[in-house]
């Protein structure tokens, strides 16, 4: 029996089984981001206090998994683009072109043109207003959450897009990850586990309880602990070639971030069990549909998901019931995402073919400016 649990390839094997483009990490990027809409649906038609009533309840560990996954997916993916790609500055460069420009348009459709439809405001009040310039600092991740005069009567009051506040969180884990590789710690992979669980048992101890202020919205776990799950999730990358890809290790590890979550005093543990249990969902490779096919349209889904529900629950009362957000939602929610995908980011993301020649064009400029200044000494 214990030779049955611990059999089955290894978690790299298994990604070469599925010839490194697993469709499973695709269907669950994409469940994620509906489960978020979903989730939210309940917020925006009841109030913020309904989450906190349900972050009290058993289910606490289904709603709080969510986002440690989506953070757990990225990482793992991230790992390997980082430990192909050659240069640093190429990576960053990957990781620009992927989160920034369709956040800029989502945050400019929000601010030019949702804004001054929706507003209770006057045109010349609402584009005077200085919440007005400061929304679209949420392009470079510094978070604004409101408009002049945008949802003020409904039962989330005021909040544009709270799904903004992840936006941080995710340029910690890039900056982290490439700090950590600029020094050649993602190299030495005992060292960077190392420096992973210092990290979770340090933030533990410590109980930074400053974090928690997303409450509100019904994220339920900390920011920090999806620092730490995209963390984790690149140790299960750099350990591929030892960790078997195993069912029985997939029920564990559910079993453990059930309790990890359903305790708020555990939630800094939750990250390795969501990690593995996030990689091990997404190499089961089921076939692609057709419609999936060369599209991704979580990221839109994720960036437009609740905007568009705090539009819906404008509309009135009648649009107050968890299903009819839903539904409503999911519908143009799907359209934006679409929009999104084959308009700003597949088209964004072909430059990437740019960026070797621009790390060349780099490389011999500091050459040239390294010859200048030997030579002139």
């Known amino acids: 029996m214990l030779r049955e649990f611990m059999s089955g390839p290894s978690i790299g094997v298994r990604s070469v089984e599925t010839g490194g483009r697993s469709t499973g990490f695709d269907y669950l ?46 990482g793992f993916l991230v790992a390997g683009s980082l430990y192909r790609t050659a240069a640093i500055s190429t990576f960053v460069g990957l990781r620009f072109l992927r989160i920034f420009p369709a956040l800029a348009v989502e945050v400019m459709l929000s601010a030019l043109v949702l804004g001054p439809v929706l507003t209770d405001y006057s045109l010349s009040s609402y584009f005077g207003d200085p919440l007005f310039a400061h929304y679209f600092l949420n392009i470079v991740g510094e978070i604004q959450y409101q408009l002049p005069g945008l949802f003020e009567d409904n039962p989330i009051r005021g909040v544009v897009n709270s799904q903004l506040w992840t936006v941080p969180r995710e340029l910690a884990c890039y900056i982290t990850l490439t700090g950590l590789a600029i020094v050649g710690i993602t190299k030495r992979r005992t060292v960077f586990i190392a420096i992973v669980a210092g990290m979770i048992v340090g933030f533990y101890i410590y109980k930074i309880h400053s974090v928690r202020n997303h409450l509100a919205f019904g994220l339920g776990v900390p920011g920090v602990v999806l620092v730490f799950s995209f963390l984790s999730a690149i140790v299960v990358y750099q350990f591929r070639d030892k960790i078997p890809w195993n069912p029985y290790f997939a029920v564990v590890a559910t079993i453990l971030m ?51 529900q705090q539009s819906i629950s404008e509309i009135g009362d009648w649009t107050h019931h968890w299903y009819v957000n839903f539904v409503i ?42 010859r200048v200044r030997h030579q002139g000494s």
């Open 258 to 308: 059930v309790v990890c979550l359903g305790d708020p005093n555990l939630e800094y543990f939750v990250e390795i069990p969501a990690a593995y249990l996030t990689v091990f969902l997404g190499l089961l490779n089921p076939r692609k549909l057709s419609i999936l096919r060369g599209a991704d349209y979580s990221y839109g889904l994720y960036l437009y998901g609740f905007v568009i």
């Open 29 to 74: 990027r994409l469940l994620l981001a509906v489960s978020v809409i979903a989730w939210h649906a309940f917020g925006v038609s009841y109030g913020a206090s309904y989450y906190a009533k349900v972050l009290s309840s058993p289910i606490r560990p289904a709603i709080t998994a969510i986002l440690p996954m989506f953070f757990a997916l990225s």
């Open 329 to 370: 939602a999911m519908v143009f929610a799907s359209a934006f995402a679409a929009f999104s995908w084959h308009f700003i980011e597949k088209p964004t993301l072909g430059l990437k073919k740019y960026l070797p020649e621009m790390e060349l064009f780099i490389g011999k400029l500091n050459a040239a400016i390294f």
